[in-house]
């Protein structure tokens, strides 16, 4: 009797193993995707921007760099720009 309980909560653990595997595996391939749809995204927008110009590549390259160097003059001036870009959107949608 005892030897059977064992059994079945043994056999209960392994089923149960089994589909938590299962589960994380499905994630993985929902996040496989995920990530494929983003690279995608980033692809073109690489494609766009070095088609355009390979000054604006230097251009933000010097930019990081600056903002490495003075980020925490530049972090004052991020709600400024947020508020700038809002408002850019927004006239761009009148």
């Known amino acids: 009797m005892f030897a059977q309980r064992q059994?079945?909560?043994?056999?209960?653990?392994?089923?149960l193993l089994v589909m938590e595997a299962d589960l994380h595996r499905s994630l993985i391939?929902?996040?496989r995707e995920s990530l494929r749809a983003r690279i995608a995204d980033l692809q073109a927008a690489r494609e766009r921007v070095s088609s355009n110009s390979p000054w604006l590549i230097a251009g933000?390259?010097?930019a990081g760099l600056l903002a490495?160097?003075?980020?925490?003059?530049?972090?004052?001036?991020?709600?400024?720009?947020?508020?700038?870009?809002?408002?850019?959107?927004?006239?761009?949608?009148?």
């Open 7 to 15: 059994m079945n909560e043994l056999a209960e653990r392994r089923r």
């Open 68 to 94: 490495m160097r003075h980020w925490r003059k530049l972090a004052g001036w991020i709600p400024a720009a947020l508020t700038a870009l809002r408002w850019v959107q927004s006239m761009k949608s009148k």
């Open 60 to 62: 933000g390259a010097v």
């Open 29 to 31: 391939v929902l996040e």
